[in-house]
């Protein structure tokens, strides 16, 4: 039996190394450059991969395949986005998974700089969130300001009023936390009041297109950032009922992991990929993505001096040191 | 000269007690039947004297070794033994790669493989299914798959446990022929175990009975039939009438009473209280008194019975005690056998054996 | 749902997508087939010595073992997920190797998921060889070794339906490779994950063709499976 034990694990412990020599050459995996035409250049083993964790919203309206295949394209790094939402992907680089974090939740943003995890953040763009629900508008928001609008569902809600529902990410990603605090804005505990306010209100659990299809399918509303929406629009029977309100901008964030926390990060690529994005090219990019498809940008690039100011308050240009 | 004997020799398995007390010495080139009803433990003893299962006790010398003391050298014995089982057994290969196993075991030449594997498939027949798969040939063409392959390794004890038990008349006459002929032409040593008794007297030149896990009797075929030790051997090798009685005379030959008949026989007193011992086929009717008949029990009785067992009859009859006879079919019509007849039975002194009634 | 039928349409555009040999479509094949394969090489390299030394040598616990490795058959792919996740994050032991989000990664994981699966049913598949089939090879003169390497040959196509299913298991198998290969385009997507996301952005069509292409691995291996139980 303990023999057996041994063996096995040093037959465990042996795999592990192989495998080791092999992720040091992902570049070897079949299929690795899926767009055609796009890199001829294969990147350089281990150097050459940045790893970012980001939201779903970005992943699902196609802007990181775009910046993906721009950006390979010209400098031969490999980018690798690993979709979740903002909480988790703040997590993730808080382990030192990854090298950099693409997100849009200001609040949680502040408090990983400030524990250490992160530098150099630099806001790239911005859109809307909307919130978007049956055409009929069961519970009759249509003109309010966000905030009166949460009230509003929350009392039809409360009062079983026939047809309305509210569809919540419940994922701890960048729209939930706008969510939770439109919620407290409108006078509510989102732990006590909102979370068992009862069947109208429904926790999903899901990315962002996820969370549009289950509320189309239940006639609810939900919040959700323009760019998804713009982009599953002709799949949903939803329409935006609330566009307008300070409380509804939604500012995207690029966060370098620190090399003091986790030394072993690509800091050097990090660096250099967040001076693109904040270059003219990068935000040209940014601010031309979804004309083509949706008659309309999906996102609003920032520049100096707006996004000094309120209600944004962040850096946009100043390159940071590689 | 003895080529395998056992002492004393015990198996258990768990609390279990398959075997006890098991001495047999089985001579050089003999074919010794073994016979016992199922679950006595021949399969078990069998394996054992092929040393693939260890006793759990005894004494077991084989080809002149003493294997208690020596087990390193179990696997050169079992290299000089071969068994046939029960199950037709062929590994999922080709038959030539089947037949040649033994042989790459004992690591023999490629063109001796060659050469064996294909007298040995020649020799039961099986020639042209050389290439074909084994488990694509039926239960006959299997068993004679597994005896070629004991065979090619020329054993010099062969062990077969109940090698036609599941085969159909024709491979069980086959592989019966092929047995035979190995032990006359190459003088190998045979123990065969069998539930068949018909195939124990064809095959056997001696036959040992085993009753629940031991060796109860071993002798000829004559001894075991017509002179079993006890009731238990009697009744499985077959005897219809075993009868209590009590012994009145031992002055030359014994005189027992058996109900109020009494009945001459040529055994000796085993014990006071005795059981009569008469095997059917050796009990004569006749239809009026023999005057010229020699037989020291001679005595008028009634048919009670008549029920055909073909191609014999059973004939019960009343003669102040009941006696089964066994009759062929046509003697029976000859004789207008029929119950109420009145019928004249005798009865040899040496057919009547004598065994202790208890146990 | 506003258009017509997506879902006629998107089987439409998914048999399109496999018929022109869509790069990411065939890129995602690709790499699904490398890393349960390789997962599966490994694997088996590892569970059937394994599943022959717990057969062969007898030892205390042995039938613990045995029912473990069964109970562990039905082990939650998740579970597994997440402790290969703990592992391998950079704040786990094994961190250094910088495994999480590679395809190392899931190569590692995968192994370690059908590990348990493959010993079972090399055990079992050995067990298949019944008793009298191991009376006949020692009686036929078999030293240890050579009893050993009869019973293996002679199991070869239970031991490789076993390898099989696992390899089926490794494919099929979502939770695992989301949590620790992260869904990576161009790196570590695979069909499972790939199905998850594009259904998840209603990209209908593209899930449809890896869905068909999943089934169609699923069923290559099942009748391989039968094929090879019916020898």
């Excluded at chain 1, 010209?74 to 992907?89: E, V």
């Excluded at chain 1, 989102?190 to 209100?201: F, Q, R, S, V």
């Excluded at chain 2, 015990?10 to 010794?32: F, P, Q, T």
């Excluded at chain 3, 019973?151 to 989301?178: D, K, P």
Aim: glycine fraction near 10%; proline fraction near 5%; include cysteine.
């Amino acid at each position: 039996m303990k023999t057996n034990v041994t063996i096995l694990s040093a037959g465990a412990i042996l795999v592990l190394l192989v495998l080791a020599m092999f992720a040091g050459c992902t570049g070897t995996a079949p299929g690795e450059n899926e767009t055609p035409g796009a890199t001829v250049t294969t990147p350089a083993a281990g150097a050459g991969v940045l790893k970012i964790a980001t939201t779903t919203s970005l992943e699902n309206t196609g802007l990181l395949a775009e910046l993906e295949r721009v950006y390979e394209g010209k400098t031969g790094m490999d980018l690798q986005f690993i979709a979740q939402g903002t909480g988790q992907a703040l997590d993730t680089a808080r382990r030192g998974d990854v090298d950099l974090v693409l997100v849009h939740a200001p609040a949680l943003e502040e408090e990983f700089v400030d524990e250490g995890y992160g530098i150099n953040p630099r806001c790239i763009a911005y859109n809307f969130f909307i919130i978007v629900g049956p055409e009929s508008d069961p519970a009759g928001i249509k003109g309010m300001d966000p905030v009166e609008a949460f009230k509003t569902i929350y009392i039809a809600g409360t009062n079983n009023t026939p047809g309305v529902a509210f569809v919540s990410r419940g994922d701890n990603s960048g729209t939930h936390v706008q969510e939770r605090t439109l919620w407290g804005e409108a006078g509510y505990d989102y732990e006590k009041e909102i979370l068992d306010a009862g069947a109208w209100y429904v926790d999903a659990g899901k990315g962002m297109g996820d969370t549009l299809i289950l509320a189309d399918e239940k006639n609810a509303y939900t919040l959700t950032d323009e760019g998804t929406y713009l982009s599953f629009k002709d799949r949903l029977a939803l329409v935006p009922v609330i566009e307008e309100g300070t409380e509804l901008m939604n500012r995207y964030t690029a966060i370098a992991v620190s090399p003091e926390k986790h030394p072993d990060t690509n800091a050097k690529g990090a660096a250099d990929f967040i001076n693109w994005l904040i270059s003219d090219e990068g935000k040209e990019l940014v601010g031309d993505f979804g004309t083509a498809e949706f008659g309309k940008p999906l996102f609003i690039p920032l520049y100096p001096p707006e996004c000094t100011g309120p209600p944004f308050n962040c850096i946009c240009a100043e390159p940071v040191p590689a | 000269m003895t080529v395998i004997e056992a002492q004393d020799v015990r198996k258990i398995y768990g609390d279990m007690e398959v075997l006890h007390d098991v001495g047999l010495a089985i001579r050089e080139g003999e074919i010794l039947g073994l016979i016992g009803p199922s679950g006595s433990g021949k399969s078990t003893l069998l394996r054992i004297l092929d040393l693939i299962e260890p006793p759990s006790g005894g004494e077991l010398s084989i080809l002149g070794i003493d294997t208690v003391k020596e087990r390193g050298r179990w696997l050169d014995l079992r290299r000089r033994m071969g068994m046939l089982f029960q199950r037709p057994i062929v590994f999922n290969a080709s038959v030539y790669d089947n037949v040649a196993m033994g042989l790459r075991y004992r690591r023999a030449s490629r063109s001796e493989i060659d050469r064996k594997v294909k007298e040995a498939l020649e020799a039961v027949g099986l020639s042209r299914y050389i290439g074909s798969r084994a488990t694509d040939l039926s239960g006959g063409e299997q068993q004679r798959v597994a005896l070629s392959r004991v065979l090619v390794t020329d054993p010099e004890i062969l062990f077969l446990d109940e090698p036609t038990a599941n085969l159909d008349p024709g491979s069980t006459a086959t592989i019966e022929a092929i047995v035979a002929r190995m032990n006359r032409e190459r003088g190998i040593t045979v123990l065969i175990s069998t539930h068949d008794l018909a195939q124990g007297q064809r095959l056997a030149h001696r036959i040992a009975v085993m009753i629940d896990g031991t060796v109860a009797q071993a002798g000829s075929p004559r001894e075991i039939f017509h002179a079993p030790k006890d009731k238990k051997i009697a009744r499985f090798v077959g005897v219809q009438n075993i009868i209590p009685a009590r012994v009145i005379s031992r002055e030359g030959l014994t005189t027992v009473e058996v109900k109020e008949r009494r009945i001459v026989s040529a055994t000796p007193p085993p014990a006071e209280e005795v059981a009569v011992v008469i095997r059917g086929e050796d009990v004569s009717l006749h239809r009026r008194e023999p005057g010229y008949e020699e037989a020291e029990n001679l005595f008028p009785a009634r048919v009670t019975a008549v029920e055909p067992m073909a191609p014999f009859v059973n004939v019960t009859v009343d003669c102040g005690c009941d006696i089964i006879a066994l009759v062929t079919a046509r003697r029976a019509e000859a004789l207008e056998l029929a119950a109420g007849m009145d019928v004249w039975v005798s009865l040899p002194a040496k057919v009547v054996h004598l065994v202790p009634r208890d146990g | 749902m506003v258009n017509g039928s997506p879902i006629v349409e998107g089987f439409i555009e998914a048999i399109n997508l496999i018929i022109t040999l869509n790069p990411q479509v065939v890129e995602i094949t690709i790499r699904s087939l490398y890393v349960s394969l390789t997962a599966t090489f490994f694997a088996a390299l590892i569970a059937l010595p394994a599943g022959a030394l717990i057969y062969f040598y007898e030892f205390r616990g042995k039938h613990a073992v045995v029912s473990t490795l069964q109970t562990l058959y039905a082990l939650p792919t998740v579970i597994v997920g997440l402790v290969m996740f703990l592992f391998l994050s950079n704040i786990g032991p094994f961190g250094f190797l910088r495994l999480l989000y590679t395809p190392g990664g899931m190569i590692v994981t995968q192994t370690v998921l059908i590990i348990p699966l493959l010993m079972g049913l090399t055990v079992s598949a050995l067990s298949g060889i019944d008793r009298d089939k191991r009376y006949t090879i020692t009686a036929l003169g078999a030293s240890r070794f050579q009893t050993v390497t009869t019973i293996i040959i002679e199991s070869r196509f239970a031991v490789m339906s076993g390898v099989l299913l696992g390899f089926g298991r490794a494919i099929s198998e979502v939770g695992t490779v989301m949590i620790v290969g992260g869904n990576i385009r161009g790196a570590t997507r695979v069909l499972t994950t790939a199905i998850a996301l594009n259904t998840s952005m209603a990209n209908y069509a593209m899930s449809i063709a890896l869905g068909i292409i999943l089934l169609a691995v699923a069923l290559g291996v099942n009748i391989t499976l039968s094929l090879v139980q019916r020898r």
